[in-house]
């Protein structure tokens, strides 16, 4: 049943002059704040951009929840090593490699499975992308043999890989039912969520394996990925849209069962997706590896890299340190006082999500009203990550020193809590920037690139950080790190000054105007 469009939206309309009408009067629709909405929504209430508010928060809602439950078992077994290593008589070592193989599937096993959102629709592979990691943690709970490492390893690289469907496509539901001046907040607290689930998972698994059976880390993981499931089969609906230069979608079926036997089912017939033919299709699974390794994404990547890669270093470090005998430099904590610990990571990711819904629209707009005519440009998006790029390379001194000299363990709390802060917070910024600058079209491509940049350091740094601790201490690791990241910062200020060359070489099409007006001429 078709929706209508709320009075809380506040569309008006008024003739404005924009650039990139080549000086042609035409009817722009702004909202009660006279902000341009771009793009613009049709008059059908059908176009996701037009629907409820109520509709929009559910299918949001829906989205969150499923990414914040496929990072979360990409971690959970973070706290198993060490009766796992007793069962299948291996090293502890080697069981923290679960955690790698599954980082792996979720860097790299998009760039497998998105060929298929394109064929059956992004509802589709987010639905059965769901299932099937529901089904690998089942899969993970039942290698309870000595002899199961290998498969156990086998179960958590495929978990990742059906992860990977899902945590990719958050970013182009959202741009498709949300306007650029509101978009920013609601894809920084994606990614909150996303990180949100790799901060809860330790603490969770702490307790479980202090109290109970490892295998339950794994058993509340397929309990959480079946409500996932439920909600978005509830809630979640195609969110393309016929725009101007952009693919033509097929019409929905306008009844609510009929509209999920297509989308989730794939009932003959009916086709989701723009139709594409098979040289098309080619070219479209190549699209992420075109963003990629576009300069753009090149660069936005290594600070990604950095500012992620980082984070699970410290989460890395700071288990081993905390459970090591004071005598040897370490805490003496068990596992339930690390899992107790960890809940500082909640603090800096929930410290993260109110950062991302004050600033990252707000900040930007205010920028581009005063100083840029009304003009938008996407790095104007960047303003909001200074204050980050001063905080973090400090925290991550401290870290390392506090390590050295064994200072008090609430004093790493903090540490820890402002790593988290500025992971969660710049990778949500420096997302938004790379979806604009290549293009919201490519939405689902860019999270793709960016999810494989931020995890190839972090799966990476578990094969050499422990060495690398060993042989210089805590103190050189973590000051290397902040040097790193005051080069990421020098990073972000190359893009803020020269983006809009560096862009010109994007290897996809952006599809994308230089000048947006987004504040009338008269603001």
């Known amino acids: 049943m078709a929706e209508k469009i709320t009075e809380s939206d506040h569309v008006e309309r ?6 990139s009408t080549s000086g042609k009067e035409k009817n722009v629709k702004f909202n009660k704040q006279g902000i341009a909405l771009i793009p ?12 409820s508010s109520g509709k929009k928060t559910a299918l949001t809602m829906a989205i969150m929840m499923s990414g914040f439950a496929t990072a979360m078992q990409s971690v959970t077994n973070i706290s198993g090593y060490a009766p796992q290593a007793t069962l299948y008589r291996q090293s502890v070592v080697k069981l923290t490699y679960s955690i790698a193989v599954c980082m792996i599937g979720l860097a790299f096993g998009a ?6 959102s394109t064929r059956f629709g992004k509802c589709w592979l987010l639905f059965w992308g769901v299932i099937g990691t529901m089904a690998m943690n089942i899969w993970s709970v039942a290698m309870t043999g000595s002899g199961d490492y290998g498969a156990f390893m086998a179960s958590r690289l495929f978990a990742g890989i059906m992860g990977a469907s899902v945590s990719i496509l958050g970013p182009q539901f959202l741009c498709e039912i949300f306007f650029l001046h509101d978009r920013g907040k609601v894809i ?3 990614y909150g969520m996303i990180m949100f689930g790799i901060a809860a998972a330790p603490s969770f698994s702490g307790y479980i394996v202090y109290f109970a059976s490892w295998t339950i880390q794994f058993w509340y993981q ?15 609906e195609e969110t393309g849209w016929h725009r101007e230069g952009g693919p033509q979608w097929p019409d929905q079926p306008r009844g609510w069962w009929a509209k999920r036997q297509g989308l ?6 009916f086709h989701v997706s723009p139709y594409l033919t098979p040289a098309e299709e080619k070219k ?12 753009i994404m090149v660069l936005g990547g290594f600070v990604v890299a950095v500012t992620m890669g980082w984070v699970l270093a410290i989460q890395t470090f700071i288990a081993i340190y905390l459970m090591t005998p004071e005598i040897a430099g370490g805490y003496s904590f068990t596992a339930k006082g690390v899992a107790t610990f960890m809940f500082c990571n909640w603090i800096g990711v929930i410290a993260s999500q109110l950062y991302a819904a004050a600033i990252y629209d707000r900040l930007p707009l205010i920028i581009c009203r005063r100083f840029y005519n009304g003009v938008w440009h996407p790095e104007l998006r960047l303003h909001a990550i200074w204050p980050i790029m001063i905080i973090y390379p400090i925290g991550l001194g401290l870290f390392g020193a506090g390590l050295q000299e064994q200072w008090h363990y609430m004093s790493l709390a903090v540490c820890v809590a402002i790593s988290q802060f500025s992971g969660a917070a710049g990778l949500g910024i420096v997302s938004n920037y790379l979806v604009e600058a290549l293009g919201s079209h490519v939405a689902n491509e860019v999270a793709i690139a960016v999810s494989c940049y931020r995890l ?5 740094s578990i094969f050499f950080l422990t060495p690398w601790g060993n042989a210089v201490g805590p103190r050189w690791v973590f000051g290397t790190q902040a040097f790193l990241q005051v080069a990421a910062g020098g990073v972000v200020l190359f893009i803020v000054n020269f983006g809009p060359w560096v862009r010109s070489f994007n290897l996809v099409d952006t599809m994308y105007k230089e000048e947006v007006q987004v504040f009338g001429r008269d603001e």
């Open 40 to 51: 613009q929504p049709s008059d059908d209430p059908r176009d996701p951009l037009s629907w």
């Open 284 to 295: 479209a699974a190549l699209r992420p590896l075109l963003a990629t390794f576009s300069p």
């Open 111 to 116: 760039y497998l499975l998105f060929p298929l």
């Open 456 to 460: 190839v350091l972090g799966f990476s």
């Open 264 to 269: 989730y089912f794939n009932i003959r017939g």
């Open 188 to 190: 920084g607290v994606y």
């Open 14 to 19: 008024a003739a404005s002059r924009s650039p």
């Open 222 to 236: 397929v309990g959480l990925h079946a409500v996932c499931a439920i909600l978005v089969f509830l809630f979640v």
